[in-house]
């Protein structure tokens, strides 16, 4: 168990439809990552969020949005779904904004996953 | 631009025997960070190990240890006397960004696929 926490474990949804996905990152980490993982385009890197703001951005669509709260949980909006959005979305966590690679103890941990069917 | 390699899409080993995970990494920046994590089927992403580009030893976790080679950029995982339940996906990691303005944000290689035999 790697301390990070992802609901719901399975979604089926309608193309069109509005879903959010909720992450609870392990105790003490300030930073949430998302991650989405489908068969063709593999592990991509969506957006961070540290301590309550984002840090970075990455392969994110403009119908996908997330924030993470004051409680440092956060959330995954993924709107007007199509059928191409269907993935595993990872939600990961580690303490630090910044890493120091040379410091094993910001390393980077993943929940279970978010397993969406768009249909 | 940073880059993950992982060149063997599938390998078996058998049951108790060592095997080798290939990763090879590109990046311009000499601090970084190299991670393996490994995937079974129900699909969970689980942390193996961790290497630092500063870190002098070789990391080692229990059965798992990463080979270091940072000359030649390779960051190979060693698994030791494998169990059937080692049999997953593994992917290879690296931490992207420059001194202070590293994001946290990783970069995966395309997995190798592990099968162990009894």
């Known amino acids: 168990d790697s301390g990070v926490t992802q609901t719901p474990k399975h979604l089926i949804t309608a193309t069109g439809q509005r879903v959010t996905l909720r992450c609870s990152p392990r105790?003490?980490?300030?930073?949430v990552y998302w991650y989405q993982q489908s068969l063709d385009q593999g592990l991509q890197f969506l957006i961070q969020y540290y301590n309550g703001e984002e840090r970075a951005k990455g392969n994110i669509l403009e119908r996908f949005s997330a924030q993470q709260f004051p409680d440092l949980h956060s959330e995954l909006n993924l709107s007007s779904l199509e059928l191409g959005d269907s993935a595993l979305y990872f939600c990961a966590s580690s303490v630090a904004r910044d890493s120091i690679p040379s410091t094993s103890g910001n390393t980077i941990y993943f929940g279970e996953g978010s397993w969406l069917t768009v249909v | 631009a940073q880059k993950i390699t992982q060149t063997q899409p599938g390998m078996f080993v058998q049951e108790k025997e060592a095997v080798t995970l290939d990763c090879t990494y590109d990046t311009s920046d000499p601090s970084y960070g190299l991670f393996w994590y490994k995937q079974p089927s129900s699909g969970e992403m689980i942390f193996l190990i961790y290497?630092?580009?500063?870190?002098?030893q070789n990391a080692t976790e229990g059965r798992y240890s990463l080979n270091f080679q940072k000359a030649r950029k390779s960051a190979n995982l060693v698994i030791s006397a494998s169990q059937l339940g080692d049999s997953a996906m593994y992917f290879c990691?690296?931490?992207?960004?420059?001194?202070?303005?590293?994001?946290?944000?990783?970069?995966f290689g395309q997995g190798t696929t592990l099968q162990v035999k009894p």
């Open positions: 990691a690296m931490r992207e960004g420059k001194g202070s303005s590293n994001t946290g944000k990783l970069i």
């Open positions: 105790s003490g980490d300030l930073s």
């Open positions: 290497q630092g580009s500063y870190d002098q």
